[in-house]
């Protein structure tokens, strides 16, 4: 990759093709969360005059750009795939460095990108529009898709290659140009991705980074006049302000936010498939996925066999460096992270549930360097608990008794978000029932609250979400509008409404 000084470690914003530093010359340092002694790389500390460079590259590009026909630009989009494949491992070990995560959810995280990088590369030739008859002889109606200008995408580290790839593949088959803002503490993984794009054709200032701290890049961006759209994917505080500042200018904006997503259990279920979806649902990622099963709602028939499983299975996962393939939970993303988590875990126990495993920093030898939590499982949560409806992001899972699916779903259902949901039953009646009545924007029967595929919408409702999707043709509406066209060759003024031809 090219960067911007002579050291392989310091990385310019990419903007217009060019690698740019910040003016003011500030620049932050990237740290393996696994061991904070070592150092990823140095990436610039932007603010609005990048930002001003990047969205004015970009609207320059898009004249061009949106006029070469969506299956050349899609043809692109699958030289990109192809190069992501032939590094698949090496950029899954630069995430699992930069950001904890094990290297076979890495792998994961940038197959995600080479799926949604395919799917998206085929809509190159689809992107159906419509037509329709008019109620005028003589007179033909269409409506077509076309893209929306300039996107502002603000990303969040958990997914730090895969996320981005939901914005980007879609935004620029359609015809848009961009600007990306990563998280401050994942921009490599996401230089990655835009590296391999480049290398594949995306012409300049199609797609530019820009690398810096939450409102000194991403506040200025959601504020450009340029700016037609902003996808942003985080925390709900911050995915409030950017719908506040968007609506005042009425740029189009997709808020991907927040969960508290609830795992049902009844008493029917088949307890082993439960107990390793819940794991893996509740600690994969060290629990730091908006899909992160963070409530299990357990029937009262086997919630003690349950409790008293999960927290013995949960002591039995090897905590470690995510490079170490024998390893299942690496550490969370960031001393703050770390913190927050053991906070929440402090609250628990105040508030009177009770503490069953883990619930400390996992510091031993190799292990002192990093920012690691024991996955943690509390019982005996009352749903009103804090525990029980803020959102954690990290390996800690409340477990909740409930006496029958009614009053599981009225649990479940009793917090502000509203993402994925899970219930496991083996009766086809109950779990129809219960997917008409959860209030969340993903279900999943019998397995785990995330695991979402590339090419259905993804997204929730309540304060996970302001009605847009990812995924799939979600987010192929988001990034195209409609062009409505009326063709009349009847020669002669036809009205609308007025003129009722037989
Ligand atoms: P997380 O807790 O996952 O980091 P945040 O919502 O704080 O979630 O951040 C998600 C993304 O939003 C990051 O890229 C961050 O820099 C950016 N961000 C934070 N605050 C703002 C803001 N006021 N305006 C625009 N972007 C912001």
């Known amino acids: 990759m090219t960067t911007i000084a002579s050291s392989m470690k310091t990385y310019g914003n990419f903007i217009d093709g060019k690698w740019v530093p910040a003016s003011s010359g500030n620049t932050s340092e990237n740290r393996n969360p696994a061991d904070n002694r070592e150092l990823l790389g140095i990436f610039q500390r932007s603010a609005g005059p990048e930002v001003n460079l990047a969205v004015e590259a970009a609207d320059a590009a898009f004249q061009k750009w949106s006029r070469v026909p969506a299956p050349r630009r899609a043809e692109i989009i699958i030289r990109t795939a192809a190069i992501l494949e032939e590094r ?25 990108a080479i799926d949604t990088a395919y799917y998206f590369a085929g809509e190159g030739r689809r992107m159906f529009g419509l037509t329709t008859p008019s109620e005028l002889p003589n007179k033909f109606a269409l409506c077509s898709r076309e893209p929306v200008g300039v996107c502002g995408m603000i990303c969040p580290w958990n997914f730090p290659m895969a996320i981005p790839s939901w914005k980007l593949f879609p935004a620029l088959v359609a015809g848009n140009t961009c600007v990306i803002k990563p998280a401050e503490i994942t921009p490599l993984s996401l230089m990655n991705l835009v590296g391999a794009m480049t290398e594949a054709g995306v012409p300049p200032g199609v797609v530019n980074v820009v690398t810096g701290h939450a409102h000194e890049v991403g506040a200025v961006l959601t504020q450009h006049p340029l700016v037609r759209a902003v996808s942003f994917t985080g925390s709900t505080e911050v995915g409030r302000i950017i719908g506040e500042s968007c609506s005042r200018s009425f740029k189009r904006c997709a808020l991907e936010m927040g969960g508290k997503n609830p795992m049902i259990v009844l008493d029917d279920a088949n307890l082993d498939l439960a107990l390793d979806g819940a794991l893996w649902g509740a600690f994969g990622t060290a629990g730091q996925r908006c899909t992160a099963t963070s409530r299990i709602i357990v029937q009262k028939g086997v919630y003690k066999r349950f409790t008293e499983e999960l927290a013995q299975r949960a002591q039995t996962l090897r905590i470690g460096n995510g490079l170490d393939e024998s390893v299942d939970i690496g550490p969370v993303v960031s001393k703050t992270q770390m913190e927050t988590v053991l906070h929440y875990v402090e609250i628990g126990r105040r508030e009177g549930a009770r503490l069953v495993c883990g619930g400390e920093r996992f510091d031993t030898a190799e292990c002192g360097h990093g920012y690691f939590v024991e996955p943690t499982v509390f019982t005996d949560v009352d749903p009103k608990m804090r525990i029980a409806q803020e959102e954690i992001f990290g390996p800690v899972v409340a477990l909740l008794p409930c006496n029958s699916l009614e009053d599981a779903i009225q649990i479940a259902n009793g917090v502000n978000y509203g993402l994925s949901s899970a219930l496991y039953t083996r009766d086809i009646n109950r779990a129809l029932e219960a997917i008409a009545a959860l209030d969340a924007g993903i279900a999943y029967i019998n397995a785990p609250t995330i695991g979402a595929e590339v090419h259905l919408p993804f997204g929730g409702v309540k304060q996970s979400g302001n009605g847009h999707r990812e995924g799939g043709v979600g987010a192929l509406d988001f990034y195209t509008q409609w062009k409505t066209v009326y063709i009349d060759y009847s020669d002669r003024l036809q009205r609308a409404q007025i003129d009722r031809p037989e």
Do not use: F, I
């Not at 698949?88 to 995600?112: F, H, I, N, P, S």
């Open 88 to 112: 698949k491992d090496e950029y899954a070990r630069d995430m699992t460095r930069e950001m904890g995560k094990v290297l076979k959810e890495t792998r994961g995280d940038v197959q995600e």
